[in-house]
């Protein structure tokens, strides 16, 4: 049997070996990188280099845009999952297929398209002036950034959500009205928190997403508004300054950890399915 | 409720027009055409894209479906203090920015020499797609009962004849969803390869993205409401078979 169990775990090895090839020896030359200057000697310039205001704002343009995003995205999905939750078998399943659905088109192409109706001659504006309203000018503003990144992520907040949410005991619910419990002392002291697990796993799949993405930004924030996603991806591909780029980088990671902290915190459950 | 369907579905119906519409740029509309659809299979450029596309993401949803349900057995068996490291360590990928990832790779590749192409995307997309695998399959290994294993094993059946038997009937559902993860996440990752790609090799998200900057083809607007169309048909007549479907569904969902 001892000699079973080994083997057993020798089995993990290739993957034991491509996990240092492929995510520890690449984080560690992440960290290298961000850590030395071009001749290789230790600095803490890349990622002083933060506080350059370019840098900082699109830090803190990101943070920003990323919050709101996440907070819409539960406002829009609460009441989304309880609805979902509530339906019958069979409308639920297909209320759940037109959500995932559009997941599978080609994000970029969707988000293009986000372009050509939010244009100044774009499909929602000819409406809007036909019925004599004033025209939306959001193409190339934050605004548009946090509609893009609302929806590109939602879905991933409306299923955590109503995973969680439609597990709750029937039962529970009706204990609490039966102990006299209105629906507003039902929704806080019962369901809220015990659908907290599923709005953590939804807030870590909406934040971190939308904190880091330059695509979303490039292409409906214009050429004008950078934010840090942004700013990595170019001392990358276009500056080629590899050591700024992973000092940034070491930066954002920074706040992903802290990000996944905070909401550990929250989660007391102990329930989280991260780490 | 149904603004929200409203707000999900404008932009793939925009598509949808654009595609049928004969005049070349996105501003006006021309008038009815199909003949985006039959340029559509004379582009090279695009094919090329989509082969690439449906290669990476077959043979990266191939691979890591092996090398992480094989982990899995292993993992299980691991002591807790080092089954907590490794996971910890698969969790990586998942939680971790893609930019990052992304350009981690790239140098990782660039320091090693790796010649860029497909050899890289392909790695790549095998690396992030793994930890979806074993997230899918780890569940289903934790439900095992280990004596059927065990009375497999003293009825006389060797230990890997005894796992193809036995366990991995038992762990089908979770290795077929983790597979369709797998094969999603590659088909639609755009940000990762666009680091790990060398010049000239392009998949339909690189290729869509260097478009943008000098306007899309309609060809593209073309083969993406084909696509769309191929999968609310094979969705649809999945949908009729009982499938674990929210898991499958949800892709970043860890499990």
Known sequence: ?275 | MFLIAVFLYAPIITLIVLSFNKSKTRAKWGGFTLKWYGELFNNDAIMGALFNTLLIALIASVVSTLIGTIACISIMNLRKKTRSLVMGVTNIPMLNAEIVTGISLMLLFISFNFRFGLGTILLSHITFCIPYVILSVMPRMQQLDPHTYEAALDLGATPVYGYIKVVLPEIMPGVASGFLMAFTMSIDDFIITHFTKGAGVDTLSTKIYTEVKKGIKPEMYALSTIIFLTVLVLLLLVNYKPVDKPKTAAPKQAA
């Open chain 1, 1 to 275: 049997m001892n000699s079973l169990q080994r083997n057993k775990k020798l089995l993990g090895t290739p993957y034991f070996i491509w996990c240092a090839f492929f995510i520890i020896i690449p984080l560690g030359m992440v960290f290298y990188y961000g850590l030395t200057d071009r001749n290789g000697s230790l600095t803490f310039e890349n990622i002083a280099a933060i506080t350059q205001p370019e840098h900082i704002k699109g830090l803190f343009l990101a943070l920003g845009l990323s919050f709101l995003s996440t907070i819409i995205c539960i406002l829009l999905s609460y009441p989304l999952a309880m609805i979902l939750s509530a339906m019958k078998v069979s409308t639920k399943s297909f209320v759940v297929f037109i959500f995932i659905l559009p997941m599978w088109m080609n994000f970029l192409l969707r988000t293009m398209a986000w372009q050509t109706l939010l244009e100044k001659t774009g499909v929602i504006n000819s409406v809007l002036t036909f019925l004599n309203l004033p025209v939306l000018k959001i193409i190339n503003t934050p605004s548009a950034i946090v509609l893009g990144m609302v929806y590109n992520f939602l879905p991933f907040m409306v299923l955590p959500l109503y995973n969680c949410i439609s597990k709750i005991d029937e039962n529970v619910i009706n204990a609490a009205r039966d102990l006299g419990a209105n629906s507003i002392k039902v929704f806080t002291r019962i369901i809220l928190p015990l659908s907290v697990p599923g709005i953590i796993s939804g807030i870590t799949m909406v934040f971190i997403p939308a904190l880091t993405t330059f695509v979303i930004s490039k292409l409906l924030g214009g050429s004008k508004i950078l934010l840090i996603g942004n700013i990595i991806e170019e001392e990358f591909t276009q500056a080629s300054n590899w050591n700024l780029g992973s000092g940034l980088s070491i930066v954002l990671m920074i706040f992903i950890i802290i990000s996944i902290i905070i909401t550990n915190i929250f989660d007391k459950g102990g329930e989280s399915n991260f780490l």
